[in-house]
């Protein structure tokens, strides 16, 4: 069973940063791509960005430029450095992960609990 762990939540002043990282752990074939959602109260759950194992990179418009995402698929761990905070990138994350369990399974989409991030004005 895989199982994913996010760090490195918490509270910050507007215009600070954080590092999200997320570790999985349990047999995996293969990974094909992970990333960070976030949902914040009231809202549907969005996309923050996304990294597939070929190192290609997807993030949603209202993070571009302030956040980066980074992944290494052979040790199933993704990173999220965020700048620039604003208020409104107050949220719950959660890391995912997009893979097979074994050679011939089928894709599943794995995910963490979830951490708080929580930026004040």
């Known amino acids: 069973q895989v199982h994913l762990v996010e760090s490195g939540g918490g509270l910050v002043q507007s215009g600070g940063s954080l590092r999200l990282s997320c570790e999985a752990s349990?047999?995996?074939?293969?990974?094909?791509?992970m990333g960070w959602y976030r949902q914040a109260p009231g809202k549907q759950r969005e996309l923050v960005a996304d990294?597939?194992?070929?190192?290609?990179?997807n993030y949603e418009d209202s993070v571009k430029g302030r956040f980066t995402i980074s992944g290494d698929a052979a040790k199933k761990t993704v990173s999220l450095q965020m700048n620039r905070l604003i208020p409104e990138d107050t949220a719950v994350y959660s890391c995912?992960?997009?893979?097979?369990?074994?050679?011939?399974?089928?894709?599943?989409?794995?995910w963490g609990q979830g951490t708080q991030v929580t930026v004040s004005s």
């Open positions: 995912y992960l997009n893979g097979r369990p074994w050679r011939f399974g089928h894709p599943t989409d794995y």
């Open positions: 990294i597939t194992s070929d190192g290609a990179t």
């Open positions: 349990g047999s995996i074939y293969s990974i094909s791509v």
